[in-house]
């Protein structure tokens, strides 16, 4: 037999044994961050959900809820089979300031010590929490998932970390920038509960350098910190399947931007520099989609500057709105910054990919995660934070060299469609889960909890 022939048998036959492994995990997602809401996590966990059952692994994602979130609720019951709502309630806290300091001093011990938890969770300080680990101990039985990954690292999921580790139920985090941070005005309980979270953990996702750094001040071990970055939505990669050629047009560059209008996202550092190109005398047309806060100094902004025929504030879009900009533009622009009243910076920058999906090259700062969005002079441009000259600059060379722009475009949508897929990311999960390799752990009779 031909060697040819005899790998391609062997690699069938690898494809098969690889699928018939992912048929037994069950991966079971705990997301406080999830939709409906809108924003980055929340289209993070639902595309990495759709990419482990793409592969063939069973797959349940409990969005946390608080019971009286009723639409929420009514939402996450009829959106998928594999999606259910968790009602979680907090412990309430006393309102006074020594009554706070003395329940945190209480969870700190709980956090430290299984044999305080185990008192401490009879008292009526902690009833609401432990009404849900009941829950989730009850469905960790009934579920017995391989693996459980947190959406993100939020702080009030502490009682269910304390969980999995008595169940000793392996389990990962998603780390994204800002719930990362350790900030000067972090209190110790602050500092202890997210340390138990992260510390626990079999290993941490982090979706760029930057946020794997953030991770890394944390003191966890540098081999339980990952670099995986975010995947785009399958529907984004099925609306970008199909594109006309891009040419240059008659009226000048088409600029978009899709964001949440926030200080952060820098969207006044646009204005400012298509200022300066309507002064060089550069055609343009710059549409806004999105919503926010600082939608009304943005447009005050634009009217100042006399853009008004120039820039659209399009508003909040969604499904085939938000492909259409897409589709039309030439340059997508975001040159995000830090916003030290949050603290927050950019983490990585999904609006990114998605644009890159579409043939739309960059231009973005150098803030927090977008270099490993927007590869510098390959699939877009990056300028330093604060810089509408700079910024300008890269967009007057854009316009002047259509050429590169077309290039760095067509680079752009092939690293976005080829690195980016729901698939291609949650197998980067799967390797190192160790699923394939070996048989990951889970709850078995031998290791259920004696408590």
């Known amino acids: 037999m031909p060697t040819w022939i005899q790998n391609t048998f062997a690699y069938q036959k690898r494809l098969v044994r690889r699928k018939t492994l992912m048929e ?61 709502p968790f009602q979680l309630m907090h412990d309430d806290k006393p309102t006074n300031w020594l009554g706070r300091k003395f329940v945190s001093l209480l969870e700190i011990l709980r956090c430290l010590s299984p044999r305080c938890r185990h008192v401490l969770e009879k008292t009526s300080l902690f009833t609401a929490s432990t009404a849900s680990i009941a829950k989730l101990d009850s469905l ?24 999995l580790q008595k169940w000793r139920q392996p ?29 626990g953990a079999s290993w941490i996702a982090a979706n760029s350098q930057h946020t794997k750094s953030l991770v890394a001040q944390w003191k966890v071990p540098a081999d339980r910190i990952k670099l995986i970055h975010c995947p785009i939505s399958e529907e984004t990669i099925r609306e970008s ?14 600029l978009v931007t899709i964001c949440r209008l926030v200080k952060g996202k820098g969207v006044d550092i646009v204005i400012r520099a298509l200022k300066i190109l309507a002064e060089r005398g550069i055609p343009y047309r710059y549409v806004i989609g999105g919503d926010g806060p600082e939608r009304k100094s943005l447009e005050a902004l634009v009217d100042d ?19 259409r900009l897409l589709r039309q533009g030439d340059v997508y622009v975001m040159p995000s910054r830090f916003d030290s009243t949050i603290p927050w910076k950019e983490g990585f920058g999904i609006a990114f990919i998605e644009a890159a999906a579409f043939g739309v ?24 934070e604060e810089s509408s000259e700079e910024l300008a600059d890269a967009l007057t060379f854009l316009h002047k060299n259509p050429e590169v722009r077309i290039r760095m475009g067509r680079a752009a949508r092939e690293r976005a469609r080829r690195q980016f897929s729901p698939q291609v990311i949650a197998n980067q999960f799967r390797e190192i889960m160790g699923v394939g390799a070996q048989e990951s752990p889970c709850l078995s009779a031998s290791n259920l909890p004696t408590s």
Do not use: M
């Open 24 to 84: 037994r995990i069950h991966i079971l997602f705990i997301a406080s961050d999830y939709k409906p809401w809108p924003g980055g996590i929340a289209e993070y966990i639902d595309a990495l959900a759709r990419g482990f059952i793409g592969l063939g692994a069973t797959v349940k994602v409990l969005g946390v809820v608080h019971p009286e979130e009723r639409k929420r609720i009514e939402f996450l019951e009829r959106y998928e089979p594999w999606a259910v």
């Open 140 to 163: 960790l039985l009934e579920e017995r998932p391989t693996f459980v990954i947190f959406g993100h690292l939020d702080v009030k999921l502490y009682p269910l970390a304390l969980t």
């Open 171 to 199: 389990y990962g985090i998603l780390a994204h920038d800002s719930e990362i941070c350790q900030r000067p005005d972090n209190g110790r309980n602050d500092l202890v509960l997210r340390g138990l979270l992260l510390k």
């Open 241 to 254: 399947a199909s594109l006309s050629p891009r040419r240059e047009k008659q009226d000048g560059l088409h």
């Open 305 to 323: 500057f006399k853009l008004r025929d120039k820039v659209l504030f399009q508003g909040a879009v969604a499904g085939e709105g938000k492909w």
């Open 361 to 384: 090259p960059a231009v973005a700062s150098r803030s927090g995660g977008i270099p490993d969005a927007v590869l510098d002079g390959e699939t877009g441009i990056l300028v330093p």
